[in-house]
């Protein structure tokens, strides 16, 4: 969700080496990165990159948190993206269509991972079976990380919904919704399972929400960002500008194999650290969780 600044991104030259470095938004990351703990975003990085300073201070905030795994949507220009590596060589980049050529058009899905303690085992872009278009207009991409710290296995879905508050949209994530549990319950039953990305609905109030078939089994999936959903603080927002209020619709889903080894999740405030965020960065605000190793 959002408007685009800049126009087409064929109009801008990007450049083949990284843009000029700027760590702004650096002292807004909520906590330290740590080996006893897994640290997992997600964020829609609106018509990646939007202005030319966008890559610059993309870059400098992802190789400064040490964080252990980005989640981006919204990636325009996938060239441009994987200049992180350059950056910081303990970052990869995975891109949806580095794994099936022609997906997802210009709304590209991707991981930023730190190569030094996560190693992907297996690499997927979800396209068939239930994952159809009319659900799910940018596939899926499915990764699975083994976490060299503790030697656990782990899914990573990485999703981007139907926007928009109309009836048909709410249908359409409420379907998307309901095959995507279907998927995991089925193939993946006693794996330990994140989900990720900007589902472009609302969680809370629960009733109303398109996802409440997760909500409701309580037994065996939670949002790590339940307490944020449920929050009356703009602060704690991941969509600050949609309505008075902001709109929390950025989410980490996680199966019951992980409630042991969580701990918190956060809304990341990046642009109460620049004046120019919405404008150079983005309409949205990463979500971060945080897992004990």
């Not at 058009?105 to 085992?121: D, G, V």
């Not at 956060?266 to 120019?276: A, G, K, P």
Request: with cysteine.
């Amino acid at each position: 969700m959002g408007t685009l600044f800049l126009g087409c991104t064929s109009d801008i030259s990007y450049p083949t080496t990284p843009a000029e470095y700027d760590d702004v938004l650096v002292d807004c990351l909520p906590v330290p990165a740590s080996e006893n703990t897994l640290e997992v975003l997600t964020w829609n990085i609106e018509h990646f990159p939007k202005h030319l300073e966008t890559s610059g201070i993309v870059n400098a905030t992802i190789a400064e948190s040490d964080y252990d795994v980005w989640g981006i949507q919204e990636i325009e220009n996938i060239g441009t993206i994987k200049l992180i590596s350059q950056v910081n060589p303990s970052y990869s980049v995975i891109v949806d269509n580095d794994i099936a050529r022609g997906v997802n058009n210009n709304y590209h899905l991707a991981f930023i991972y730190n190569n030094q303690r996560l190693e992907i085992k297996e690499e997927r872009v979800l396209t068939t079976g239930d994952f159809d278009r009319y659900y799910f207009p940018r596939n899926p991409l499915f990764i699975k990380f083994l976490n060299k710290v503790n030697n656990q296995t782990f899914i990573l879905i990485n999703l981007h919904l139907k926007c928009c508050g109309d009836a048909t949209s709410k249908h359409r994530r409420e379907e998307a919704s309901r095959r995507l549990k279907t998927f995991i319950d089925e193939n993946y039953p006693n794996d330990r399972v994140l989900v990720v990305g900007d589902y472009n609905g609302e969680l809370y109030p629960t009733y109303s929400s398109q996802f409440s078939n997760f909500i409701d089994d309580a037994n065996n999936y939670a949002f790590a960002d339940m307490d944020q959903a449920k929050s009356s603080e703009w602060l704690d927002k991941s969509y600050p500008s949609w309505r008075p209020n902001g709109s929390h619709i950025d989410h980490i889903l996680m199966t019951n194999e992980w409630f042991n080894q969580f701990q918190k999740s956060y809304t990341v405030t990046l642009d109460q650290c620049s004046n120019d965020y919405d404008p150079k960065v983005s309409d949205h605000r990463p979500v971060m969780t945080v897992f004990r190793n």
